[in-house]
């Protein structure tokens, strides 16, 4: 089945921002869509968002440059070619922007269409979105990474990490995690609304706190979890997003909230503590995403028990990923598909971090969209772990209902293995 048109129009993410919806209309009349998502706290090495940077037309975020460049260049290059050659149409994508970064064409333009393509190359086959990823060969349900607090980037810097998660750990069934989080996040609001302490909701819908330091959300978060009914470490464990190069300046580690200046050393400590003050489970870009001497050593000393994923630092890029697994930075790589640019280059990132024998956890950006195509692809590559903000917003609900959808079309095929998806790291030989 060939391609026939081509189009794309502005929409609006979660912030009210502009981004770019991709259409692909197949010659037998079948069409897909391709939504894309923006990050807030962007790592340096991410494939590039193309934005118009006119100030008079949205303050610059618009994208109509972007939408030009799939309506002429990319529609020109891709009409008649066969939807089911995903590959080959992201070779052809990434050859005609040309740049290392897809910075021509714009990543979001280019990320937009894969999208498009893929969906539409799933409806031709009448097969859902991630039976047609995963070549009919998916089935795990994953578990949850969800956001009780916001901070950094996504909260105005009301705490210095950016994310503070939990993960059902002792969930037993898919329904069960969303139960067990709906619970202590809403014991979280409570504890913090008694105490003064919440100003509203963050991007991604956890609560905006008001601290005074970066202990404090510890203890409220310890809190939320007892009044929830339920126990730390055993039940659920706590998962950061440190996101430490929004923190570096080269030299030192500035954390705002308390007007601390850390070297890398004295960070590291940090980490070290709380590691083994909280039943930390998963810790992300605890540092910056040049410190690769820092992500060594903690690895080396945590490694076995603490899932250490990479965002900042691998950014979904093929070639870092195979560094950091030489390397033996961290065990875990976090998954985005504006990070990378493509579809296929996706699939492959994944791929090549379970031949590794780590884990990818599958993520959304702090800018969505009501699309739901990442729980899709979790269950396509029996990925094992989604994390797509919090348990409120529907741009982030629709991801977590979204998987309920699949597990009851997968049936009696569908798996769920919940805190059983650590075990193979955790019981590893520490590196």
Known sequence: MNIKNIDAYQIYDSRGYPTLEVEVLLEDGTTGYGLVPSGASTGQ?????????????????????????????????????????????????????????????????????????ANAAANAKNQKLYEYLGNGQGHLIPLNEIQILGGGAHADWATDIQDFLVIAIGAKSYEETLEMTHNIYHAAGEVMKEKGKCVGIADEGGWWPDYSN???????????????????GKDVALSLDIAASDLFDGENYHLRLENKKLTPDEFYEMMKMWCE??????????????????????????????????????????????????????????????????????????????????????????????????????????????KVGSFARSERMVKWNENLRIQRHLGEKATFIGGEIYENIFTATPV
Do not use: C
């Not at 970066?214 to 730390?232: D, H, L, Q, S, T």
């Open 45 to 117: 090495f991410e494939a590039w968002e193309l934005r118009d940077g006119t100030a008079s037309k949205f303050r610059g975020k618009s994208v109509y440059n972007a939408i030009d460049n799939v309506k002429v260049e990319i529609a020109k290059a891709l009409s008649g070619v066969n939807v089911f050659e995903q590959e080959e149409i992201d070779k052809k994508m990434i050859a005609l922007d040309g740049t290392p970064n897809k910075s021509r064409l714009g990543a979001n333009a280019i990320l937009g269409t894969s999208m498009a393509v």
């Open 277 to 386: 003050k909280y039943p930390i489970i998963s810790i992300e870009d605890p540092f910056a995403d040049t410190e690769f001497d820092y992500w060594k050593k903690f690895t080396q000393e945590f490694g076995h028990r603490v899932q250490i994923i990479g965002d900042d630092l691998f950014t979904t890029n093929i070639k870092r990923i195979k560094e950091g697994i030489a390397q033996k930075l961290a065990n875990s790589v976090l998954i985005k598909l504006n990070q990378i640019g493509t579809v296929s280059e996706t699939l492959e990132a994944i791929a090549l971090t379970q031949k590794a024998g780590w884990l990818p956890v599958v993520s959304a950006r702090s800018g969505e969209t009501e699309d739901a195509f990442i729980s899709h692809l979790a269950v396509a590559t029996n990925a094992g772990q989604l």
């Open 214 to 232: 970066n202990e404090e959300p510890f203890e409220v978060f310890m809190e939320a979890i007892k009044r929830a009914g339920y126990e730390a």
